[in-house]
């Protein structure tokens, strides 16, 4: 696949992006600001390095605001404090923690309305963050042996449900190992239910073809028409749903 840099100037700012030319059957040319600022341009085979240009110019206002409202965002991606108030994510939907000072045996995590209280006794960042970790984990084990038990069932060739462990991965989502065990980031749990089937969808179809050859685009495509989609929008939430 193609690639090469280009720079968009507008309002006196010099914002660099990346073409990337796919052979896909894309007809147009398509804009991504990533969660870190940087800008991506998916362009058909077809588009001329004039037509690309003409398009992101087009674009530009766009493209400027975005990149400025991303960085800001990211900015605020930087270290968890694990106090009161801070964004805490669960399948898709945002939560807001709340820490409790409580005596040891009234210790708790629980989801509350718009809330996720940890009543613990001891409120340190550390603390707090190994008790959401742990949550995570818990809620983690639940939800995709579920998911995992649907999948499984609705595809033609799994003869059992596979097994799977969590694991802490720092830039992997799952991987499914020769024998069929399915391993999982137990921070996936953080997205929605769509991105972690597609997580789920694209390891069970290493059960069938072990690399990531055409066949296995086609059988994947065939398991889920949108993945693509869904993927982008994953790892548009890379930072976010990773950060902790
Ligand atoms: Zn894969």
């Known amino acids: 696949m193609e690639r090469f840099e280009r720079v968009l100037h507008y309002g006196g700012e010099a914002i660099p992006y990346t073409v990337r030319i796919s052979t896909g059957r894309r007809e147009r040319v398509r804009i991504h ?15 001329t390095a004039e037509d690309i240009g003409k ?27 694990y106090v009161s108030g801070e964004q805490i994510l669960y399948l898709g939907r945002r939560y807001s923690l709340k820490v409790r000072h409580v005596p040891r045996p009234d210790r708790a995590v629980k ?65 499914c190992a020769a024998g069929g065990t399915v391993t999982l980031n137990p921070f996936l749990v953080r997205a929605n239910r769509e991105c972690i089937d597609y997580v789920i969808t694209h390891e069970l179809c290493h059960l069938r073809e072990h690399n990531h050859s055409p066949e296995f685009f086609r059988l994947l495509s065939r398991a889920m028409p949108q993945w693509e989609t869904v993927k982008r929008s994953l790892d548009d939430m890379a930072e976010i749903l990773l950060n902790d």
């Open 33 to 47: 600001v990533h969660p870190d600022g940087t800008v991506e341009v998916e362009a058909p085979e077809e588009a």
């Open 55 to 81: 398009a992101v110019q087009k674009r530009a206002r766009w493209v400027h605001d975005h990149v400025h409202d991303a960085r800001r965002r990211f900015e605020h991606v930087l270290p968890r404090e």
């Open 111 to 175: 989801l509350k309305g718009a809330l996720l209280e940890v009543a613990h006794d001891q409120v340190s960042a550390d603390a707090v963050r190994a008790r959401v970790r742990a949550w995570y984990k818990l809620k983690a084990r639940d939800y995709f042996a579920y998911r995992l038990g649907v999948i499984a069932k609705g595809l033609p060739w799994p003869q059992d449900v596979p097994k799977f462990q969590l694991k802490d991965m720092r830039t992997r989502w799952g991987t």
